[in-house]
């Protein structure tokens, strides 16, 4: 049973630091903010240059489509990487807290950062362009879902980096999700990458969810069955990735966690 004050507790404690820790709320502000503005920008110069129909609302669900997987996924990794910096990691899990109730918490931390940035990009794209906002949320929580489900794999990916060979890994566990994001095709379709990077593409359920996404919006095709394809394989590298972070833990925690401090 999952005792969900302790998981709470975690959430509390990462959302506390916001008010110590300025570049935490950078992080959850400004980079959404720039992908906004140059991406936007483009888009909206694509649609009056060019007969691509709806590609600046295509590019800013991009943008915020890509939000869900990237920075979820580099939230999960800040979550663990923070009781490393502070020297603390010892401390938590000497406490009556098991792997599966943290987890819990740094993902409850984790929608909560992705509801704050989603709506303070809404807010930045009602003030800079003229694009129909309910159209974009509407739209965004409906092939949201399965790219959160992708950037929870993609974060257990990356911590399994740091709970193996300690936080000498960080800075490679940071950039997984960004090294896939050319294969998704957040910003572009598929069809353009060459054909051993299309191959690499069928393997990523979020390559799916954002071709759905394009053919959606610009073409109003029905997208389930992309969506149904994008969640299964999320589905299915999540579940993976969850049982093989618990054991890389639970191996790690055996030989003692302070190496991970080396």
Request: with cysteine; glycine share 4%; proline share 3%.
């Amino acid at each position: 049973m999952i005792a969900l004050s302790s998981a709470w507790a975690i959430t509390l404690r990462h959302m506390r630091i916001w008010k110590r820790d300025l570049n935490s709320v950078l992080m959850l502000l400004y980079w959404p903010m720039l992908d906004i503005i140059m991406w936007g920008f483009l888009g909206t110069w694509i649609s009056q240059t060019s007969t691509v129909h709806n590609y600046e609302t295509v590019a800013l669900l991009g943008v915020m489509l890509w939000q869900v997987v990237g920075r979820s996924s580099n939230v999960i990794c800040i979550t663990f990487n923070e009781e490393l910096w502070t020297n603390n990691l010892v401390n938590v899990f000497s406490l009556p807290l098991r792997i599966v109730e943290w987890l819990c918490g740094a993902l409850l931390y984790v929608t909560i950062v992705m509801i704050i940035t989603a709506a303070t990009s809404m807010l930045i794209m009602s003030a800079l362009y003229n694009v129909s906002i309910w159209h974009i949320f509407t739209t965004f929580m409906y092939f949201m879902p399965p790219l959160f489900i992708s950037s929870i794999w993609l974060g257990l990916v990356s911590l399994q980096l740091i709970v193996t060979f300690g936080k000498r890994m960080t800075e490679l566990a940071f950039v997984i999700s960004w090294f896939f994001m050319p294969f998704c095709g957040a910003f572009y379709p598929i069809e353009v990458l060459p054909a051993w990077g299309q191959k690499i593409s069928t393997l990523l359920p979020m390559s799916y969810v954002f071709e759905g996404m394009r053919r959606y919006v610009m073409h109003q095709e029905d997208p389930t069955s992309y969506l149904i394809k994008g969640y299964v394989l999320s589905i299915v590298y999540a579940i993976s990735a969850l049982l093989l972070f618990i054991y890389c833990f639970n191996r790690t925690k055996k030989y003692g966690l302070t190496r991970l401090m080396d």
